[in-house]
Nanobody, 121 residues
Framework: QVHLKESGGGSVQAGGSVRLSCTHS????????MSWFRRTPGKRREEVAF???????TYVDSVKGRFTISRDNAESSLALQMNSLRPEDTAVYYC???????????????WGQGTRVSVSA
């Protein structure tokens, strides 16, 4: 059973930066593709960044050039560096792991509990 735990959320002003971290335990992280999702009230959970086992990344258009996903398999950790934050980035952010390496919520096997990021104008 894989356990994921996020940290690093908080409040920041627009234009600022936040770095989220996720620890992965229970199985080798190298076996999984990893993602960051976010959910805002009244909206579906949205995948914002994906990284496969080889380190190839995919981003949703709204965060390209501002967010960077990275992984450290040796440390069993995943990160999301978020720069130039906007109020619309306010959400609960979730770490996710999947054995099938495809972009999309259907391919997630494990979820973290989420960490909140609030961006004020």
């Amino acid at each position: 059973q894989v356990h994921l735990k996020e940290s690093g959320g908080g409040s920041v002003q627009a234009g600022g930066s936040v770095r989220l971290s996720c620890t992965h335990s229970g199985a080798p992280m190298s076996d999984y593709c990893m993602s960051w999702f976010r959910r805002t009230p009244g909206k579906r959970r949205e995948e914002v960044a994906f990284i496969d086992r080889a380190g190839q990344t995919t981003y949703v258009d709204s965060v390209k050039g501002r967010f960077t996903i990275s992984r450290d398999n040796a440390e069993s950790s995943l990160a999301l560096q978020m720069n130039s934050l906007r109020p619309e980035d306010t959400a609960v952010y979730y770490c996710a792991a999947g054995r099938v390496c495809l972009f999309g919520e259907d391919y997630v096997n494990y979820w973290g509990q989420g960490t909140r990021v609030s961006v004020s104008a």
